[in-house]
DNA sequence: AGATTCGGGAAACGGT
DNA sequence: AACCGTTTCCCGAATC
């Protein structure tokens, strides 16, 4: 029974890597690498991957997901020096919004500053998100560690915050559900309730951030891809608890009707 | 084949 | 004191 799963699985992989060695693009940077990839893919690919993008819980404004935004990431991740650019004051507006530190007031959660620093054009280099509507978000390798040593100095911790001990505590969300892992390098995702609120709270909409790149841009219109329908989508965030993992191709072979009951 | 990334046990820690 | 949300450390496995 596993075992078909598996196979399944394994098929999948097979093609992604076919697919991956008939791409044309190269980079060596492996951050883009996957990404430009997909972009190189058939559009029927790119359609299933749409897929995944769905809304579990609320209506999604922008249903549509352009996986063509990944060519227009900076090729070239800058380097940061660490340590000056994160202090408080590296936001203006995130410094203006209310800091939970007050007396009666709850500390800062790490999902809280994540979605945080999603929104802070200094951590642009850092985090982004992949689709915001359904709050999958990455980290950039090259400059993770920036955003870990901030949010170590945020929290006034006495050693200095490591992208490995931050993706620690990134671990444990698996089990409570604020953020699940998403089974590519780097990525994660909101559990949808969570964004709803953290979206909420901080006045952002789910539309695009100032440094997200519009859905419909002006000559690109086949590189937009439609989700398929929402139909019946509760099925895999259902299981956050059980499956810690998101795991992308099973979510792609796998039908929602019998998802449910395969668990 | 070496470097990253991932996953989780276990214990310590700071705040409420 | 007890509990929560990490933080710190560590090690093995998987993936790049």
Not at 187 to 209: C, D, E, K, M, W
């Amino acid at each position: 029974m596993g075992s078909l799963e598996n196979d399944i699985n394994q098929d999948f992989q097979d093609a992604i890597d076919v697919i991956q060695r008939h791409s044309q693009i190269r980079h060596h940077d492996t951050e883009n690498k996957y990404y430009e990839n997909l972009d190189s893919q058939q559009s029927s690919v790119r359609h299933a991957i749409s897929y995944y993008q769905f809304t579990p819980h609320f209506e999604p404004p922008g249903s549509t997901y352009d996986w063509n935004e990944s060519s227009s990431w900076p090729h070239v991740i800058p380097d940061v020096s660490l340590g000056s650019l994160c202090s408080t004051e590296t936001s203006a507006f995130y410094a203006s919004l209310p800091q939970r530190h007050g007396k009666g007031r709850k500390k800062l959660r790490l999902y809280e500053y994540l979605h945080e620093a999603l929104h802070d054009d200094n951590m642009g280099d850092s985090i982004q998100w992949t689709d915001r509507g359904s709050g999958v978000f990455h980290f950039i390798s090259k400059n993770k560690e920036k955003l870990a040593e901030c949010w170590g100095q945020r929290k006034g911790n006495r050693k200095t915050m490591t992208y490995q001990k931050m993706a620690r505590a990134l671990r444990n969300y698996s089990r409570t559900g604020e953020i699940v892992k998403v089974r590519r390098k780097l990525t994660y995702q909101f559990n949808p309730a969570i964004l709803q609120r953290l979206s909420s709270l901080s006045g952002y909409s789910s539309g695009p951030s100032s440094r997200e790149i519009p859905l419909h841009q002006p000559g690109s219109a086949e590189h937009v891809y439609y989700s398929s329908p929402l139909q019946d989508c509760h099925y895999w965030y259902g299981q956050y608890s059980y499956q810690t993992e998101y795991d992308l191709a099973t979510v792609l072979t796998m039908d929602p009707k019998t998802a449910v009951s395969a668990q």
